[in-house]
């Protein structure tokens, strides 16, 4: 701009210079010039100005944009350390779903492993029901068995006290110390001291002991229900002399006998009879008095109600 200044001062001296030695159409033709270079000066002030202000506003944008490139560098480094840090979360997330996918498959392979252990409990389960139901069945059975188990062995228990009965009732004018009736482990005992059947050492009944079993048989004869055992006893006192007895055994066998013999006699059925002795083995008290040994000196009638039935059905257990 100071250069074109300069120029127009310097024309505007050479246009005096020459006005006196140039025509007039060459004045003009400065004049027209200087006019020309002075319209082209204002225009050029004129764009100058506008392009000043525009500078002005070009440098509040560049500070506007300088501002806005702080806060969007702000941003982007934001932006940028968020960026880093979801990507190390998708790398553990992706880790997290790469060992999902590996348990998933194993547990795939367990599940299926589960069902097949759950399919045969099922079976398992299925065979144990059956086996129950045929338990159950069983049980059902056995506790009809058992009920008529009961029944039976109520009957043989009603059956014996009435046996029971029956004997004591037909031996009530004998003293208790000659002879007693009781019930032990199912069974009637009717105990016959020595006193009352045999005198000492002998094997003939006398005739008190005669009346005792007749009585006896006639309360048991026609029964055909009972068993009867007669078990001959002693003391141990060993036989004096050489008699016709080995031992106490064998005279305990021989008075038995001769008891079963009357009891035949007299109505009882030899078929549910038997004979036996057990000699001083089976002593009811200690022999070391003399009352201890009269006591051991007996002979036991021990009568068994028939239990045919009732075996048959513990048979089928």
Known sequence: MKTFLNKTALLSILLVFLSSCVAKKDFDTVVS?????????????????????????????????????TALQSDFDLVSKELKDVQGEYTRVK????????????????LAQQQQRLLAIEDDLEIERKKNEELAVDLSKREAKVAELER??????????????????????????????????????????????????????????????????????????????????????????????????????????????????????SEVITASGRGEFSPVAENTTAENKALNRRTEIILTPKLDELFQLLETY
């Open 33 to 69: 010039e200087k006019n020309t270079l002075e319209n082209d000066k204002t225009r050029l002030q004129e764009q100058l100005a506008v392009v000043n202000e525009k500078a002005k506003r070009l440098e509040v944008q560049v500070e506007d944009l300088k501002g806005k490139n």
């Open 152 to 269: 039976l062995i109520s009957e043989k228990d009603k059956a014996v006290q009435q046996l029971k009965k029956r004997v004591t009732d037909a031996l009530l004018n004998f003293q208790a110390s000659d002879l007693s009736v009781e019930v032990k482990n199912g069974k009637v005992y009717v105990s016959l001291a020595e006193k009352l059947l045999f005198n000492s050492g002998s094997t003939k009944v006398d005739s008190k002991g005669e009346s005792a079993l007749k009585q006896l048989a006639n309360a048991l004869s026609g029964n055909s229900d009972i068993n009867i055992m007669v078990e001959g006893h002693t003391d141990n006192v060993p036989l004096s002399g050489s008699g016709k007895f080995a031992d106490n055994w064998d005279l305990s066998v021989v008075r038995a006998t001769s008891i079963v013999r009357i009891l035949v006699n007299n109505g009882i059925s």
């Open 95 to 110: 880790q997290l779903y790469d060992n999902l996918l590996t348990n998933s498959s194993q547990l795939n392979t367990d």
